[in-house]
């Protein structure tokens, strides 16, 4: 079992992982690259968990913030690349809870969010 910092690379996809190991396992603080996407902050047991930075290259968005076994869960920020921002809760990957999404023209909403939704009083 390795452990310290290494590079794992696979031929298909395009996929590289570059930190830290721990009994062979990704562990630690890493970057992850696959397919144009790329995820980079900390690992366990292989899985993105803890704080990261997560960009989807098929629409350009990014978030930032907590992570849980490769899920986005938690507190953190989405961008998307029209300038528009949420900050707050998810769960699932989706704005689920508390938060603040900002639109570019200056509009934005203050209050709770169901899957994804603007929902309840805001």
Known sequence: ???????????????????????????GKGKFEFDGNFYEGDFLD???????????????????????????IGVGTMTWPDGS???????????EGKGVKNWPNGNYYDGQFKNNLQHGSG
Not at 15 to 26: L, N, P, R, T, V
Not at 48 to 66: C, E, I, L, V
Request: hydrophobic share 25%; charged share 25%.
């Open 1 to 27: 079992m390795y452990n310290g910092k290494g590079v794992e690379s696979w031929d298909e996809g395009n996929i590289k992982y570059e930190g830290d190991f721990k009994a062979g396992k990704k562990t």
């Open 46 to 72: 292989g899985q993105f968990s803890g704080f990261g930075t997560y960009y989807f290259a098929d629409s350009g968005k990014q978030y930032t913030g907590q992570f849980s076994k490769n899920n986005i």
């Open 85 to 95: 921002q949420y900050k707050g809760d998810f769960v699932n990957g989706k704005m």
